[in-house]
């Protein structure tokens, strides 16, 4: 499954020390995120890529150790991220 | 000219005729209405505004009337029109003029979108406005009304107009809400604050305004910048106390206490960034305004050294 954002969203961002918001045009919803999460989302912003992929990626830019347990952070991550409309799944 | 120089008799006339004519803020209003309480509220708390032209550009109409049909006769009551809606029930006539300062704020929080308008008190000193939104009940207005009683400018203690154009803090010194005990608090801790007649039974309890300072009303050209966003809590018996809080966080309270946040979209965030962008965040608890008063002009003291 690749992770891309949802077509309709447009983002604008704000943020203070390690607190996000997110505008998101598309639905007008504003959302207020920690870094993880807004370093998540921005990486799928970036560029759509699979749950494996992101992790990687992340473990990188944050130089994370612990890949297995940021697998499980970033899962859930991705999770709450389509639950809220912000991004979607497709497959390869 | 202002409407204390003309007299009660003409502000009846001309509520009862063609309308009266006043600016308050960035806002002119045209008030029609024929019932005495109206007339009497508008001289006492309003005689520093200026009266506007005949011809001028008119914002806001707003109509107070008795209704019509047997209840002019049997418990009357009083009807807000505008634009030949009625968008409230009517009220009992003697809540006249409590339900024109709602209607007021009503055509303001409705209509004026080139503001973000925050369901919030504002006040100023030195330049820089301290944004206080909060859900009834929080203290708010009484903490506005004590701040203005010790020299805070009053900008106003329900709507924050943030100008979409420049994001500064457009004042609207209209007289001050007081509800219930507040009445008594700020009697006591104000005993020069102006009050009209209490009305009893409103959908809020009893209710009363406090007059706008002159030195306020004359400053209403002078926009403000935002410097504190602090939201405050009515505790009983709880010292004064200002704690730190997240700036993401404020700013999605502020969000949720706009009237047209949504509707304005990505401007709407821009601003409201802007003003988390300048603001230090607060929440405030209090009992009493002789220990939340020195809080507050403590913190205008620190931005001047």
């Known amino acids: ?92 | 000219m202002m409407l204390s120089q003309l007299g009660t008799h003409e502000v009846a006339r001309r509520l009862g005729n063609g309308g009266l004519a006043l600016r308050t803020g960035p806002f002119n209003f045209r008030i029609r209405s024929p019932i005495e309480a109206v007339t009497e509220g508008l001289a006492l708390l309003y005689a520093d505004y200026p009266l506007v032209d005949e011809n001028a550009f008119i914002d806001f109409t707003v109509t107070l009337e008795r209704s019509g049909g047997l209840r002019r006769w049997w418990r009357p009551q009083v009807q807000f029109t505008h634009d030949g809606g009625h968008p409230f029930v009517p009220l009992p006539v003697d809540h006249a003029f409590p339900l024109l300062e709602w209607a007021m704020n009503w055509c303001i929080s409705t209509q004026a979108h080139h503001f973000l308008i925050l369901h919030a008190a504002v006040m100023e000193r030195d330049g820089g406005a301290v944004i206080m939104p909060a859900p009834p009940g929080s203290g708010k207005s009484t903490l506005c009304a004590g701040l203005v009683s010790r020299g805070w400018r009053l900008l106003s203690d329900e709507l924050t107009l943030i100008s979409v154009a420049d994001g500064l803090i457009a004042p609207l010194a209209r007289p001050i809400s007081l509800k219930n005990q507040s009445l008594a608090v700020i009697r006591r801790f104000a005993p020069e604050a102006v009050l009209n007649q209490v009305t009893h039974d409103t959908s809020k309890g009893s209710v009363s305004h406090m007059k706008a300072r002159a030195a306020d009303v004359k400053r209403v050209a002078e926009p403000a910048r935002p410097r504190w966003v602090i939201f405050p809590k009515y505790m009983p018996g709880a010292d004064a106390s200002l704690t730190a809080r997240s700036k993401a966080n404020s700013m999605l309270e502020l969000g949720r206490n706009a009237f047209n946040y949504t509707l304005l979209g990505r401007t709407g965030f821009d601003i409201l960034a802007d003003v988390i962008e300048a603001s230090d965040c607060y929440d405030f608890t209090y009992s009493r305004l002789e220990q939340a008063v020195p809080l507050f002009d403590a913190l205008a003291a620190r931005e001047r050294t």
Do not use: K, Y
């Open chain 1, 1 to 92: 499954m690749v992770w891309h954002l949802n077509a309709l969203t447009a983002l604008h961002w704000r943020h203070w020390d390690d607190e996000w918001v997110v505008f998101d045009a598309g639905s007008g919803q504003t959302h207020q995120m920690d870094t993880l999460t807004a370093v998540t989302l921005m990486v799928i912003e970036a560029t759509p890529m699979p749950l494996a992929d992101l992790v990687s990626q992340i473990a990188q830019e944050l130089q994370l150790p612990n890949e297995r347990e940021l697998d499980l952070v970033l899962s859930g991550i991705v999770q709450r991220l389509a639950s809220a409309g912000l991004i979607e799944s497709a497959a390869p």
